[in-house]
Nanobody
Framework: HVQLVESGGGSVQAGGSLRLACTTA????????TGWFRQIPGKEREGVAV??????AMYEDSAKGRFTISKDNANTLYLQMNSLKPEDTAMYYC???????????????????WGQGTQVTVS
């Protein structure tokens, strides 16, 4: 059973930074595609950044140049968010696709396991 737990969310002023972390249990996620998504009430969940088993990363356009996705050997996934904007306010979720080692899509249906989310508020 895969368990994903996000942390690091909070409230910051515009221009500030946050570092989100996602710890996993039950499966060595580093061999698969993992990523960060976000959702605001009333809208669909959208991709922010994903990282493949070889370290290759993809970023949603608004995240490019401001956010950095990374992972370590201790089964923790990170999202460093700099130059935060009010429009980055959302619930952030980590997810893993245990059927692919390389990330190829933002389609949320492709990712089988999700964390409970951590709230990011930028004012």
């Amino acid at each position: 059973h895969v368990q994903l737990v996000e942390s690091g969310g909070g409230s910051v002023q515009a221009g500030g930074s946050l570092r989100l972390a996602c710890t996993t249990a039950g499966h060595p996620y580093t061999s698969y595609c993992t990523g960060w998504f976000r959702q605001i009430p009333g809208k669909e969940r959208e991709g922010v950044a994903v990282i493949s088993s070889d370290g290759g990363a993809m970023y949603e356009d608004s995240a490019k140049g401001r956010f950095t996705i990374s992972k370590d050997n201790a089964n923790t996934l990170y999202l460093q968010m700099n130059s935060l904007k009010p429009e980055d306010t959302a619930m952030y979720y980590c997810a893993v696709d245990l059927t692919h080692s390389s990330c190829y899509t933002w389609n949320t249906a492709t990712y089988q396991h999700w964390g409970q989310g951590t709230q990011v508020t930028v004012s």
